[in-house]
């Protein structure tokens, strides 16, 4: 099975601050996804990419950035952290994107106070 | 942009009922659907998927789609207690696009 591993898994940040969240996959997919799941709203796509250097922005891009830097490794970079961004993050992987099964990590949860 | 639905928000079942859980997608072009369930404090994992109308049965797991009601259900037979999840339903309109999720509908199966 697709193993997807995220880190940290838990974060508590100041307004303002700066953040990364790092995502790791081991089963050679092509795409990554980072996810945002608030209450209400569902599962949210921010950012996406289907290779190393490649970013591609999804539905909730504001306030974050994200890269890639291997096919193996995507992250998150938060850079001035703001209380609305305080939600469980989830990174996932798959081999194509619109048809394939999408394998999620266990989330981080971010807290900005 | 595509809006995908999943009604109810939540829904309590005892053991052993059917149960009925369902979503509504906005383009007409929308070509794979999906259910994934994730349990409390889990991630989120795909139960199974369809692309043509009609429906595909995978064990007490049955997904029924309509393209042209713009709707899909997931129904699951003789329900258990491990099947208390939160289930999300996800459409795409083709390979090159990603997959859109709705908010959920959370599910509880009591003894």
């Known amino acids: 099975e697709a193993a997807v591993t995220q880190s940290p898994r838990n974060k508590v940040t100041v307004t303002g601050g700066n953040v990364t969240l790092s995502c790791r996959q081991t089963?050679?997919?092509?795409?990554m996804y980072w996810y945002r799941q608030d209450t209400g709203h569902g599962l949210r796509l921010i950012h996406y990419?289907?290779?190393?250097?490649?970013?591609q922005i999804g539905d909730v891009p504001d306030g974050y950035k994200a890269t890639r830097t291997t096919q193996e490794d995507f992250f998150l970079l938060l850079e001035l952290a703001s209380p609305s961004q305080t939600s469980l993050y989830f990174c996932?992987?798959?081999?194509?994107?619109?048809?394939?099964?999408?394998?999620f990590g266990k989330g981080t949860r971010l807290t900005v106070v | 942009q595509q809006k995908v639905q999943q009604s109810p928000e939540s829904l309590i079942v005892p053991e052993g009922a059917m149960t009925s859980l369902n979503c509504t997608f906005s383009?007409?072009?929308?070509?794979?659907f999906a259910w994934y369930r994730q349990h409390s404090g889990k991630a989120p994992k795909a139960l199974m998927s369809?692309?043509?109308?009609g429906e595909k049965e995978e064990g007490r797991f049955t997904i029924h789609l309509n393209k042209a009601s713009l709707h899909f259900s997931l129904h699951i037979r003789d329900s258990q207690p491990s099947d208390s999840a939160l289930y999300l339903c996800?459409?795409?309109?083709?390979?090159?696009?990603?997959?859109?999720f709705g908010t959920g509908t959370k599910l509880q199966v009591v003894p």
């Open positions: 996932a992987s798959s081999d194509g994107t619109g048809d394939t099964e999408v394998f």
């Open positions: 089963n050679s997919h092509n795409y």
């Open positions: 990419s289907y290779g190393a250097g490649n970013l």
């Open positions: 383009d007409s072009a929308s070509q794979y």
């Open positions: 369809i692309f043509s109308n």
């Open positions: 996800a459409v795409s309109i083709s390979s090159g696009t990603y997959q859109r």
